[in-house]
């Protein structure tokens, strides 16, 4: 029997979801996004339920909101409401004998490496890449093709933009932001954003 499930997030990456949910074997019935007119003209898609304060719960809950703080914010907003949440691994990505929190999402041809270990509410684009061994906390998000090597180490709410690298064996704190075509080869504290090759602190 198909799973029922609501999308958190009407945006362009709650439209993506719905599609790749669809593809996992999943029904999507409806959106929650406290903007009724996310979806504005467009068809085919599983209406707007309500807002986080107020849509129905009766099933679990894809997290489709890229930006860290906002999502964590949101997801406790409905945590405290009773919400349950599931994860979506999209029959095209690659999860290779790995642990992965709950609330995950991993699109297609995404790939997380052998004995990696990651905490929940991970976000991963197509062609993101966590190597094997990777250490990693919550809310983590990779857009495409970003690229975290093995037996690297990450804190809470990191974020990699498109085409990030992190090189093996390096530790990046909490909160910390790569930026965009970014590639980090040394340790990073917590709460910084890098940009550039090497990569330098703003």
């Not at 304060?53 to 703080?69: K, Y």
């Not at 090189?167 to 954003?193: R, Y």
Request: charged share 15%; net charge neutral.
């Amino acid at each position: 029997m198909t799973r029922h499930v609501l999308i958190l997030g009407a945006g362009g990456l709650g439209r993506e979801v719905f599609w790749w949910a669809k593809e996992a074997g999943m029904e999507p019935l409806g959106f929650i996004d406290d903007n009724p007119g996310a979806l504005g003209s467009r068809t085919g898609y599983a209406p707007i339920l309500g807002g986080v304060e107020t849509a129905p719960l009766d099933c679990p809950v894809l997290c489709a909101i890229g930006q860290n703080t906002v999502r964590r914010v949101c997801v406790e907003r409905l945590r405290a409401r009773g919400a349950h949440f599931a994860s979506l691994i999209h029959p095209q990505a690659k999860v290779l004998h790995s642990e992965i929190g709950h609330g995950s999402i991993l699109a297609p041809f995404a790939y997380v490496g052998a004995d990696a270990h990651v905490g929940a509410f991970l976000f991963m684009q197509t062609g993101a890449v966590l190597g094997h061994d990777v250490r990693a906390g919550d809310f983590l998000r990779l857009d495409t093709t970003a690229f975290v090597g093995g037996y690297a180490t990450l804190g809470h709410h990191v974020t990699l933009h498109t085409g990030a690298q992190i090189m093996p064996g390096k530790h990046v704190g909490d909160g910390c932001t790569i930026g965009a075509g970014a590639v980090l080869l040394n340790n990073l504290h917590a709460s910084a954003t890098v940009f550039g090759i090497p990569a330098q602190k703003l």
